[in-house]
């Protein structure tokens, strides 16, 4: 079958492959690929940044943002032959950890986790994949190919799942947030933020393009400089450490900072420590970072997705590329929101 695989860490070795069928070992559940979304981790795999194959591998299939077909399932695991379904990225570590002991996998504390798609386990970029039913959320056909932004949404799910209980640390009444980016992470963000109903603000540099359209469509603000409020919560997803030095230093007394994103090694980041920590002790702000996601996290997900506008969903997805055009996913092209390789229409 075909697949799309690098040798990890080597940058130029992306290619399509023609491997095995998937193993037994890798779940009961057959699954048939209809689409895998490809982000900002997929782009650093491919420049060989990091990535680890399996042991004893050379090569890793990609895809970790996936969607597909039940083939085949275990009778008593609770899905059906045809069930839309998508696979979870992050599986406990063996030791195991009190977090993975508890399926809080995406706490792990030794780092002995694997990653499908990334970290010593095989992804979803290929044209059928095995999963343990476990390790796999059902999603409503209803959502069609916008069900591949479940795992984007299961990182913010889990984002909000902290961000409220760190806020129940004294009375809670948030009423404005700011999201920081609009890529396919903050439009999930300020999603969530809206199902809150609260007021929700996007910033972004991008003037142009499909974002700000897209965050009004929402019913956000879109902001090309941080506002002139301060924001009880602020989600941060642009890794841009000048935006979060902004983020910190412009929310509101007692606001909660989150977080989400990576700015890459190219960014020289300078903190000044002691106004930061001056901000923070004086006025009771947090900061605090999270990544990744557990079961409980794609459910709620799956629920935040069922309850959004279809259409607002569709249009995040603003490029579409056959497998038979692979190498074009992997191409980052002016006004891309989320690229979506596609195996079966
Ligand atoms: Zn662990």
Redesign the pocket.
């Known amino acids: 079958m075909r697949a799309i695989t690098i040798a990890p860490r080597q940058a130029g070795t992306l290619r399509m492959d023609d491997i095995p069928e998937p193993p037994a070992r890798e779940g009961g559940m057959l699954v048939r690929a209809i689409a895998v979304g490809i982000c900002g981790t997929d782009r650093e795999l491919v420049d060989g940044i990091y990535g680890q194959a399996c042991e004893g591998k050379e090569r890793l299939v990609l895809g970790h943002e996936s969607l597909g077909r039940v083939i085949s399932a275990p009778a008593d695991s609770g899905f059906s032959v045809g069930d839309m379904v998508v696979g979870i990225v992050r599986h406990?570590?063996p030791?195991?950890?009190a977090?993975?002991a508890l399926g809080e996998?995406d706490m792990?504390?030794?780092g002995?986790?694997t990653e499908r798609g990334i970290k010593q386990a095989d992804g979803f970029c290929a044209e059928r994949w095995r999963t343990d039913p476990g390790f796999a959320v059902k999603v409503t056909p209803v959502l069609g190919i916008a069900a591949v932004l479940l795992e984007p949404a299961s990182v913010l799910a889990k984002a909000w799942e902290h961000i409220e209980r760190i806020g129940r640390r004294s009375r809670w009444a948030p009423q404005r947030v700011l999201v920081t980016g609009a890529g396919p992470v903050g439009l999930m963000a300020a999603m969530m933020g809206l199902q809150r109903e609260l007021e929700v603000h996007v910033m972004d540099h991008n003037k142009e393009g499909p974002k700000p359209e897209l965050v009004r469509r929402l019913g956000a603000s879109y902001h090309t400089r941080f506002p002139a409020f301060e924001p009880d919560i602020v989600i941060e997803c642009s890794g841009s450490p000048k935006v979060i030095v902004q983020a910190v230093g412009g929310s509101a007394p007692g606001g909660i900072v989150c977080l989400t994103g990576l700015g890459g090694s190219q960014h020289q980041a300078s903190f000044d420590a002691a106004r930061l920590n001056q901000s923070m002790v004086l006025e009771n702000r947090v900061v605090f970072g999270t990544v990744n996601a557990n079961l409980r996290h794609y459910h709620d997900a799956a629920d935040a997705l069922a309850r959004a506008d279809r259409s607002w969903l569709q249009s995040i997805i603003t490029r579409r590329v056959p497998l038979e055009r692979w190498q074009e996913a992997y191409e980052k092209r002016k006004g891309d929101v989320k690229t979506v390789l596609v195996f079966e229409n």
């Open positions: 406990p570590d030791v195991p950890c977090n993975c996998w792990c504390r030794n002995l986790f």
